[in-house]
């Protein structure tokens, strides 16, 4: 079992960068994929990006390809989201997630979630 916690939400300017950070507890890190969803308002949870167990492999929403960077630090247990050129539809609480084995771009195919950082982008 793995706990997350996300850190990096904030408030920032159209064309802004952040970093959110996703530290993970338990001894078998590297045995997850890793993701990052988002939840706007009156929406529902949408996949962001997604990384394999190894990082070699990542995949993206189309909606943030060429804008949004994952990574993953299996030494330290922590995974990241880099996001640039933020746009007020990026605006949404962000969820760290973890997948036994592979993640897909569907919420199911997730096991465990952390508890969501907030990020708000102004126009």
């Known amino acids: 079992q793995v706990q997350l916690v996300e850190s990096g939400g904030g408030l920032v300017q159209a064309g802004g960068s952040l970093r959110l950070s996703c530290a993970a507890s338990g001894r078998t890190f590297s045995s997850y994929a890793m993701g990052w969803f988002r939840q706007a308002p009156g929406k529902e949870r949408e996949f962001v990006a997604g990384i394999s167990r190894g990082g070699v492999n990542t995949y993206y929403a189309d909606s943030v390809k060429g804008r949004f960077t994952i990574s993953r630090d299996n030494a330290n247990h922590a995974a990241y989201l880099q996001m640039n050129s933020l746009k007020p539809e990026d605006t949404a609480v962000y969820y760290c997630?973890?997948?036994?084995?592979?993640?897909?771009?569907?919420?199911?195919?997730?096991?465990?979630w952390g508890q969501g950082t907030q990020v708000t982008v102004s126009s």
């Open positions: 997630a973890a997948a036994n084995w592979y993640g897909s771009r569907q919420r199911e195919s997730w096991n465990y």
